[in-house]
């Protein structure tokens, strides 16, 4: 994981927002995901908030979409926001 990356949760009622800061590399992304497997079986939206993301790899934005396959099966709707929404919303790429 970037040394540099955190994810600020906070939960309301049946959405969830995500806070993502620093750096999205590949490890980035496993965390990103094994926090959306913790909170998908009881949230209906996710809100993810890019705004304070610094750099967004490549390969980290790879390895979270090849693995959001994972989430199918109770998988919440993610709404993407921030200058960064672009390059991890799975449905721009």
Known sequence: MAGNFGIYIHKN??????????????SSAHELINVLQRYSGNT????????ALKDVHPF?????HKNLQILNGSRPTMLFTGVNAAQLDPTTH
Do not use: E
């Open 44 to 51: 209906t939206k996710v809100f993810i908030h890019t705004d």
């Open 13 to 26: 009622s049946d959405n969830l927002h995500l806070k993502l800061t620093g750096d999205f590399d590949g």
């Open 60 to 64: 980290g934005r790879n390895v979270f």
